[in-house]
T-cell receptor, first 117, second 114 residues
Framework: DAGVTQSPTHLIKTRGQHVTLRCSPI?????VSWYQQVLGQGPQFIFQ???????GRGNFPDRFSARQFPNYSSELNVNALLLGDSALYLC????FGGGLRVGYEQYFGPGTRLTVT | QKEVEQNSGPLSVPEGAIASLNCTYS??????FFWYRQYSGKSPELIMS????GDKEDGRFTAQLNKASQYVSLLIRDSQPSDSATYLC??????????????FGQGTILTVHP
């Protein structure tokens, strides 16, 4: 089975621009979460979507938005890019949303490396 | 106080030794606990999940959870150079707005030398 896929792999943008990152979850998984990881730190939670509804939002500005499509794939959008948005953006897939028991384990895709100049 | 704390290391162990990685968390409502391995330039890979107090073994890996002490650990037996990576501890408090949010520690760098 294919794992979580993300596109693009790498991206270079200029300050003020907009970016869209894409994610396809593991087949059968209904939940997608987005994380931002800067060098030397653990990933930081941005959003979780389950059954196409936003179920959780991290401490990120409104410039960050996301959505989940009927096929459970997802997009993360970032407007008005800042230099500080340069990071590895990770998508994680899980069977269900939440986190109580088996079936909620989150599996990460390869990530999108975003560089803002 | 950080929500999830790990010793950033680096932790250096000889090949064949036991590597012990530790993690503490501050939220007593945390219910689910995970260890991820991240090689340099790659994404995190789930290696263990644990939900109840006690030990859970999977091959060379053993996760230990003590909710009273708010402590979770990972033991790697017979360490191999291929185990050299950053190990990330993550927890979930599935209540309220936290839902399925994974909260990560900063990671411990493990180096296994031949």
């Amino acid at each position: 089975d294919a794992g979580v896929t993300q596109s693009p792999t790498h991206l270079i943008k200029t300050r003020g621009q907009h970016v869209t990152l894409r994610c396809s979850p593991i087949s059968g998984h209904k939940s997608v979460s987005w994380y931002q990881q800067v060098l030397g730190q653990g990933p930081q939670f941005i959003f979780q979507y389950y059954e196409k509804e936003e179920r959780g939002r991290g401490n990120f500005p409104d410039r960050f938005s996301a959505r989940q499509f009927p096929n459970y794939s997802s997009e993360l959008n970032v407007n008005a890019l800042l230099l500080g948005d340069s990071a590895l953006y990770l998508c994680a897939s899980s069977l269900f949303g939440g986190g109580l028991r088996v079936g909620y384990e989150q599996y990460f895709g390869p990530g999108t490396r975003l560089t803002v100049t | 106080q950080k929500e999830v704390e790990q010793n950033s290391g680096p932790l250096s162990v000889p090949e064949g030794a036991i590597a012990s990685l530790n993690c503490t968390y501050s939220d007593r409502g945390s219910q689910s606990f995970f260890w991820y391995r991240q090689y340099s330039g790659k994404s995190p890979e789930l290696i263990m999940s644990i939900y109840s107090n006690g030990d859970k073994e999977d091959g060379r890996f053993t996760a230990q959870l003590n909710k009273a002490s708010q402590y979770v650990s990972l033991l790697i037996r017979d360490s191999q150079p291929s185990d050299s990576a950053t190990y990330l501890c993550a927890v979930i408090n599935a209540g309220g707005t936290s839902y399925g949010k994974l909260t990560f520690g900063q990671g411990t760098i493990l180096t296994v030398h031949p």
